[in-house]
């Protein structure tokens, strides 16, 4: 944790305190002007991601869009035709250049702001998005490194908005009906936790083309994250897989990462996809990629529990997120899942409940504790993406921003969640050292009361 | 690593080559007296374990058993009851308190001994076994303590000795086939693996009785084994799950165990067991067990390749090894397993083999890769323990023996894996500081080849 940052961030509370800025004491603003009733989304970056997001709240009854930004006009205008096709006005585009978001944020007809650009530009965007006063939601990972994490902290204490992380996987079915096992005791007291983002980005040419190239020029994400994988070396992207375990675990409320240990293996998947698809002559067979091809990290909670944590893509394997929870009670792991065989795999052992020391297929289970949201929205979700995780996180935004409340996935947790890529290299580089989680909470999570609560509404 | 040790080490290293006590350079000793060729076993330790031992030895035509020792006369004559049944001549038998495994030592019509004795026993008794120019045969773990590790290592470089490790679970058929595909290149390059010993001991009496009781006069191993969770938080049992995934990644020849993190959840489950079978006023209500109920491992080895290793044994949940081996073309992982279900569960991905990012059951591979000696031995070995596991080990031991040759799991690997037990115990002491491996072979992993191939005999 570094310790400038930490005494910056003291004299700041100690502002706030004075002046009565702190998060919980901070009036919402009042939504004005709205279009019967409409909020208003405005998006910054809308490429592949952002692009689905628009798509999604364009078939909204309860949203209008009125700007769109991207650095690619090609992108604006996409987006524009999504937005107009589906009956609303037409949005003001902002394709100015790398920094016209900020022009975009000066418009004072915006709710909030939906951020999906290259990660190194988060910070900076949802920064900006709170201090013009409107919510920001950005995607994941929040921060890339633990200034990042301080700064989204910083500027929603001071600006009195929120900053919502988009972390879809949240909404997944079946950890939504575990999280209810889970506060229903039927887990008992949770011990153990595992979850990862194991996900073949070669294979799938998210990080490579099929020429073995990436960078300036190839399209997609390649364009920019495959160079993560040159200079870093670290757990990349830890919030598909963190996010629903420390919703079991109460992280911030009650709970909260204390330390982490990371450990990396050698680097092979990309470089010899690159010789493969390339030959050994390609220029990019000699890049020296730093990130190792398994990052594993064990994070200790204040209430005793340790958390798996693994980044995994870029070996040949099918994908998972690789949840497992364990009490006193029983254990739910899938580690060979995916969207339609899940259910019927062995996954969960309640003691009591299942045959002796057998497991069951979750299918039953799913059904008897499945989320009263997913009940309700299922319809809804059908066509939205990933399985239909989109439509809930999605609705999570636009439903907090209609009431002015802290949307159920706020700054602390998209902090400690992000926080986990910088102190995950910080440990490898120093060959295991455990390191310590900052507390972003500032003790408060001592006492906070659990805000992800899906079966009250979303 | 005990910097004392290591220099006593050292000069013991020294006076060995000087006096030409090498391992490599000792000749075996030459068999005599041989009743018809057999080779002849003794037993230290004949309770649960010990006896299925001297049931498995006593029905092959090449062993005879003269002499059997335990503390408990009723176990040494039931034991002896065994082996007269199986037509063998009447073992005498040495009964006289915990030393007298000395004065069986002492004959010179042994080949070879068998020791399954509680864990502290295991290396005084292989110590003397070695010493007294017989073949020990240890039982898992092989030590508890660093030096432990260390004086089994040098009396058998001594002594010329070899110690081989009861590791029954390098010879399940399912590990020997994905060890065949690992030297056929089938899974490419080895990166991770995953391992461990996720088996609930309390669910099933091993540590508790049905009243909550342990400790002397409880019979079992709870006898002595629940001690260890009284006094010590680590990875209590690791060899079950490091046995196979050594042997995948060449450990000891060619590669090496480097460093180790551990980390070690709150205790939960022995308590709440005791208070559920005994009530909160149970005297062992109050014990303040020092051993987490999840112990999780990274080790990283000298080729880069990081390994996961589980400790999970008093939580409710179904068995595992939790066997996951991972290499640049693909992954098999088997986390629910059961000796039934395992063939027919998704677990195994190899690129260009299985359909694109899909999991395949392992059946057909199972059958494909299947180890030759698994196919000459599946009759012998259907009555065998632990599924037939326990066939092949007592099998490596007396063919071993009988060819005056080292046993395919040796002295190196018997200290390397037990080390993770007190490692661990010092990582989790320091907060999850990475802590060294000692190099038990004194530098010979680099040269040393491949003692473990079942597919040349044994």
């Keep these: 944790m570094n310790s400038d940052k930490d005494i910056s961030r003291k004299d700041f509370v100690k502002t706030a305190a004075m002046t009565g800025l702190g998060l919980s004491m901070a009036p919402f603003s009042i939504l004005k002007n709205r279009d019967k009733g409409k909020i208003r989304i405005g998006f910054i970056g809308v490429g592949g991601r952002g692009t689905s997001h628009v798509k999604g709240l364009a078939e909204r009854a309860d949203v209008t869009i009125p700007a769109l930004c991207d650095i690619r006009k090609e ?22 250049g790398e920094k016209d978001y900020l022009r975009m944020l000066e418009r004072d007809d915006l709710d909030g702001v939906i951020i999906a650009a290259p990660w190194l530009w988060h910070v900076p965007m949802a920064v900006a998005t709170m201090k013009s006063g409107k919510y920001a939601a950005v995607e994941v990972p929040a921060a890339t490194t633990l200034d990042g994490c301080w700064d989204l902290v910083e500027a929603s204490e001071s600006s009195g908005m929120p900053c919502m992380l988009m972390e879809n996987s949240c909404y997944r079915p079946r950890v939504l009906a575990v999280l209810n096992m889970v506060r229903q005791g039927i887990f008992g007291e949770l011990v153990h936790a595992r979850c990862g983002y194991f996900h073949d980005l070669v294979s799938n040419d998210v990080l490579i083309d099929s020429k073995g190239n990436f960078g300036e020029g190839t399209g997609g994400e390649s364009n920019w994250r495959t160079q993560h994988h040159i200079n870093r070396n670290g757990d990349l992207y830890p919030t598909h897989g963190i996010g629903p375990v420390a919703h079991w675990l109460d992280i911030n409320r009650g709970n909260r990462f204390e330390t982490i ?18 030959g050994a002559g390609h220029p990019n067979a000699s890049i020296d990629f730093q990130k190792g091809d398994v990052v594993t990290s064990t994070i200790k909670t204040a209430n005793g529990q340790s958390i798996i944590v693994t980044h995994n893509t870029t ?18 792991q899938v580690l060979n899942d995916s969207f339609n065989e899940e259910e019927s795999i062995p996954s969960i052992y309640i003691e009591d409940m299942s045959p002796n020391e057998h497991w069951e297929p979750f299918g039953p289970y799913l059904e008897k504790y499945e989320s009263k949201l997913i009940k309700k929205h299922k319809k809804d979700a059908a066509n939205a993406g990933h399985g239909g995780d989109d439509f809930y996180i999605r609705n999570a935004f636009v439903e907090s921003v209609k009431r002015q409340v802290t949307p159920p996935i706020d700054v602390y947790d998209a902090a400690a969640w992000s926080a986990i890529t910088p102190l995950s290299e910080e440990s490898i580089s120093k060959g295991g050292h455990p390191i310590e989680f900052p507390d972003f909470t500032d003790g408060k999570w001592m006492t906070n009361e659990n805000i992800f609560r899906p079966e009250e509404g979303f």
Tied chains: 1, 2.
């Design 75 to 96: 992108n604006a205008e996409n987006a524009k035709r999504i937005v107009v096709s589906a009956g609303l006005e037409e949005p003001d585009l902002y394709t100015r």
């Design 261 to 278: 240990t990371s450990s990396a293996t050698m680097a092979r998947g990309l470089h010899e996809a690159i010789v493969e698809r390339g």
């Design 315 to 332: 070996l040949p394997r099918p994908k998972t997120m690789g949840y497992l929870c364990q009490g006193t009670k029983g254990i739910w």
